[in-house]
């Protein structure tokens, strides 16, 4: 009987171009380009060229990303906003949260992309108290840690899925469970964590989960997503919005506000059509592998690369425990910018936030890519911690 093999490692990185002149460990950045994404920003350019306006396909295309989305989140499309950045959904998100009464704080943890903590800040304007909540010793951040901040003040609690400064994982259904003790909604931010870590928004606990297309999504900038748990559509009334979060984009009125009785509402204006193209088509190779699958070769990966950092007696800023992270991988640096560069001129391209050095694997890495940094890590061992 054959057996079937999925689409990670070996067999998918010849639809990469880029591995044929370099070690691409850098998808916490950005995605590899892919021969199927190509061709899809190739498709929308000759359907541009051909056809004009392709309007009802671009809705269309707007429509089938939602639909992907849902599947990669075991969630319902209509519990999806398509977005055009994280910070485009979450400003709608906080623009529908009354923030100037009793319940006004807003608790965000230390692991937060600048952008959660910049738009947090702003709500401050509006009354709003921001908490921060910061790591432990160890570097991570309890749900213990987070419980200490909520209370019946707390609207809303920002917990990322994974960090993308330290690979650090939240236990996220643990601070919801929390969370929600106190009246308070939960905010996961999963841009780091989607593609490379099976999410069931469920399982997961929270209320808002989004994510962009750039990094493990092999799709292109320009585009994001937002599951709002849809027992919460009706009373999150974005204030925030734009003609494609109406109820109906076509009634083309000016005449009042009539947001749409699903997701759709924290949708916003005229979709972004070729990162569409592309998002749809970088979805395919993620879902055509199986997250699973890539979470379970990414795992190996990193597995061997924490051994091979042991042995070179390195600090690791991210957790041991396979699920307290995912597939980013932060080792401490004595001069990063300088290690980043060096392994650049060797074609092994990596990327840097605090003092840490940064290795994201994913379905296309090899365990020969673990080793070619492990190989330039070990001649340069002065520039790590
Ligand atoms: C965790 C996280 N959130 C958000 C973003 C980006 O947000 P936006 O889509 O608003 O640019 C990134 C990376 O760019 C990220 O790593």
């Known amino acids: 009987m054959a057996v079937e093999t999925s689409r990670v490692g070996a067999a998918i990185r010849d639809e990469f171009p880029i591995f044929e002149t370099a070690t691409y460990l850098n998808s916490c950045s950005q995605g590899a380009l892919s021969h199927s994404v190509r061709a899809a920003v190739d498709e929308w350019l000759a359907g541009w060229d051909a056809n004009g306006a392709e309007w009802a396909f671009w809705v269309d295309r707007n429509e089938a990303f939602r639909t992907a989305i849902a599947g990669l989140l075991h969630a319902e499309a209509d519990d999806v906003a398509v977005t055009t950045s994280v910070s485009q959904g979450v400003s709608a998100l906080f ?51 987070f419980a200490e901040a909520i209370d019946e003040r707390t609207a809303l609690v920002c917990c990322t899925t994974l960090s ?7 236990d996220v259904a643990a601070i919801a469970k929390a969370a929600h003790a106190a009246g308070a909604l939960v905010l996961a931010d999963s841009y780091q964590a989607c593609g490379a870590v099976e999410l069931d ?31 919460l559509h009706a009373t999150l009334v974005p204030t925030q919005t734009g003609w494609f979060a109406d109820e109906d984009i076509f009634a083309m009125s000016i005449a009042d506000y009539s947001p749409h009785a699903s997701a759709r509402r924290f949708d916003s204006g005229t979709p972004p059509v070729p990162s569409l193209y592309a998002g749809v088509a970088g979805l395919e190779l993620v879902t055509g ?25 390195a600090t690791v800023a991210t ?16 001069d990063v910018e300088r290690l980043v560069a060096t392994l650049g001129r060797e074609g092994i391209i990596v990327s840097s936030r605090d003092d840490n050095l940064r290795v994201a694997l994913h379905l296309y890495n090899v365990e020969e890519d673990v080793d070619r940094l492990l190989a330039e890590l070990a001649s340069h061992r002065t520039l790590l911690a």
Not at 114 to 128: D, K, N, V
Not at 298 to 306: D, H, I, N, Q
Not at 323 to 328: M, T
Request: some cysteine; proline content about 6%; aromatic content about 4%.
């Open 201 to 231: 928004v469920r399982a997961l606990g929270a209320d808002v989960v989004t994510g962009g297309t750039v990094k493990y999504l092999l799709g292109t900038a320009g585009l994001g997503f937002m599951w709002v748990r849809p027992e």
């Open 95 to 145: 623009s529908a949260l009354p923030l100037d009464g009793e319940r006004n704080r807003i608790v965000i943890s230390e692991y937060e992309f600048p952008t959660i903590g910049q738009i947090a800040h702003a709500q401050e304007l509006r009354g709003a108290q921001v908490v921060h909540v910061r790591p432990g010793d160890d570097g991570s951040i309890s749900a213990e840690r």
């Open 319 to 334: 957790p041991r425990d396979p699920s307290a992270r995912g597939p980013l991988v932060c080792v401490r640096a004595t």
């Open 164 to 170: 993308y400064r330290s690979g650090h994982r939240h």
């Open 289 to 313: 592998a199986g997250v699973p699958a890539i979470e379970a070769h990414v795992r190996g990966l990193a597995g061997r690369l924490l051994d091979g950092l042991d042995e070179l007696g």
